[in-house]
């Protein structure tokens, strides 16, 4: 096993250093004479005999308790279901990177439903889980309604068996029904809405199957969300021209909707996107558009949230691809990742570890391609070793970011992470004014 001592980070920023040691619990914020002195004590393995400024930080180290997130070992556990009711949609997003409602359109039965929340319900079981939880995802999953009602009356009875609380979450686009939306906020826990900003610029990149637009609907239904106390956060996907207007978009949704979170995240070239010409924002706008815009969030107490940026989590996998996720798909393909929602898809060989039997009413486990997901932790990407995120983004997405295994020098989306990461630690260390100055520039991702 490493040393944990390579967990430990002097990250430059301008003229001083962000000390940050994620698994030892300690981060701080250090001149160049401090940041020399602890490098020097880490080089030697001797943190005493420190001067009174270094001497708190190293004796932090030296206390500290580091835990490596271990790799995925023993009987599949999941924490939760993710259900797919259905990989149709009843909106066109200019990007979707799955095509949804263009390519497999199928709906889930209520054979594989019950078989996937029996499974969940004897995982709960055997392991004495605290709740019976399942999300929704997909497509859209609130196009397949009676499915999802199945899921939730038999869920919540399987909970009570059990004598443990139900609880459901989702992933949605909220274009349903005025009852739909105020069902949705009675019965689940916590929705991520995708809402790309003001009506001009959502319905530009949300329309209907039929090109109209959404965000009246989508408006609407988030604000019965808020006012019904579901708990909810928006998404929003960032391409180049998005990206300039990042501070008003925050604005708009900090000012009409009151969120938990907003997660901004850069477009993924890829999918639809490819038919209609969408590109990626330029890294360096990407960052100064998040940077401008958290300055927006702070005065209205809302957080930014960024999928790989996340220094709240230490974890193996930035989606729990490696750590036991149970994905079923609407075929019965039993998979780590989203993206393999069906078995035709082309990240089925990759990330399938199984299927539901139907005919037995039960859920089958490969053991090989079990152990085959699990090992595509962040602990065994060589690309990841010595980046001082790696235990926030965990490698990022292993279909977009960083492939399993992968070992080619960081990329510009690395670049990105590791930057807004530095920005996200100087935010929770309450140095704003140092915050708001992070740009892209250097190269972050080895420690100093």
């Known amino acids: 096993m490493p040393s944990v001592l390579e967990d430990i980070f002097?990250?430059?920023?301008?003229?001083?250093?962000v000390l940050h040691a994620p698994l030892h619990g300690v981060t701080g914020f250090v001149n160049p004479t401090v940041a020399a002195e602890l490098r020097a004590g880490l080089a030697s393995g001797d943190l005493t005999g420190l001067s009174p400024q270094a001497r708190p930080l190293?004796?932090?180290l030296r206390r500290a308790n580091p835990i490596r997130p271990g790799e995925r070992t023993g009987p599949f556990s999941?924490?939760?279901?993710?259900?797919?009711?259905?990989?149709?949609?009843?909106?066109?997003?200019?990007y979707c990177a799955p095509g949804a409602g263009s390519l497999d359109c199928s709906y889930m039965s209520p054979e594989v439903c019950e078989a996937a929340l029996r499974?969940?319900?004897?995982?709960?079981?055997?392991?004495?889980?605290?709740?019976?939880?399942?999300?929704?995802?997909?497509?859209?999953?609130?196009?397949?309604?009676?499915?999802?009602?199945?899921?939730?009356?038999?869920?919540?009875?399987l909970a009570a068996e059990l004598g443990v609380p139900f609880?459901?979450?989702?992933?949605?686009?909220?274009?349903?029904?005025?009852?739909?939306?105020?069902?949705?906020a009675q019965h689940l826990s916590f929705a991520l809405v995708s809402m790309d900003g003001p009506a001009?610029?959502?319905?530009?990149?949300?329309?209907?199957?039929?090109?109209?637009?959404?965000?009246?609907?989508?408006?609407?239904?988030?604000?019965?969300f808020r006012d019904k106390g579901l708990p909810f956060a928006l998404r929003c996907s960032v391409d180049e021209h998005t990206v300039k207007r990042l501070p008003e978009v925050v604005e708009y949704f900090c000012r009409e909707f009151q969120p938990t979170k907003i997660n901004l995240e850069p477009l993924i070239e890829h999918g639809r996107c490819l038919e209609t010409g969408l590109r990626s924002p330029a890294p360096a706008e990407f960052v100064s558009g998040v940077v401008a815009a958290g300055r927006v969030a702070r005065l209205w107490g809302v957080e930014l949230k960024l999928t790989t940026a996340?220094?709240?989590?230490?974890?193996?996998?930035?989606?729990?691809?490696?750590?036991?996720?149970?994905?079923?798909?609407?075929?019965?393909?039993?998979?780590?990742c989203y993206g393999a929602n069906h078995r035709g898809s082309l990240q089925a060989p990759d990330y399938a570890i199984g299927e539901v039997d139907v005919a037995?009413?039960?859920?089958?486990?490969?053991?090989?391609?079990?152990?085959r997901v699990r090992s595509y932790g962040v602990a065994n990407i060589p690309r990841c070793r010595r980046c001082f995120a790696k235990w926030h983004c965990s490698g990022g997405c292993r279909l977009f970011h960083t492939p399993p295994s992968c070992n080619a020098p960081p990329n510009q989306l690395c670049r990105v992470t590791q930057t807004l990461t530095l920005w996200r630690i100087l935010m929770q260390l309450r140095l704003f004014e140092e915050a708001d100055r992070v740009r892209l520039n250097g190269d972050l991702h080895e420690s100093s």
């Open 167 to 184: 609880r459901s979450a989702c992933t949605t686009n909220a274009f349903m029904s005025e009852t739909h939306a105020r069902w949705v």
């Open 58 to 60: 190293g004796e932090s």
């Open 360 to 371: 037995e009413k039960a859920v089958r486990i490969d053991p090989a391609k079990l152990a």
């Open 78 to 94: 999941p924490a939760y279901v993710s259900l797919l009711p259905t990989n149709d949609c009843n909106m066109r997003c200019l």
């Open 10 to 17: 002097l990250v430059p920023f301008r003229d001083n250093f």
């Open 200 to 224: 001009d610029m959502h319905d530009f990149y949300r329309p209907t199957r039929s090109g109209k637009g959404t965000h009246e609907v989508v408006a609407r239904n988030v604000r019965i």
């Open 310 to 336: 996340q220094t709240e989590r230490l974890a193996q996998s930035n989606c729990m691809v490696a750590e036991d996720n149970f994905v079923v798909a609407p075929d019965g393909l039993v998979s780590a």
């Open 119 to 157: 499974f969940q319900a004897a995982v709960v079981r055997r392991d004495e889980r605290k709740h019976l939880m399942v999300y929704y995802f997909g497509g859209e999953p609130f196009v397949a309604w009676k499915l999802v009602q199945f899921a939730d009356v038999l869920g919540r009875e």
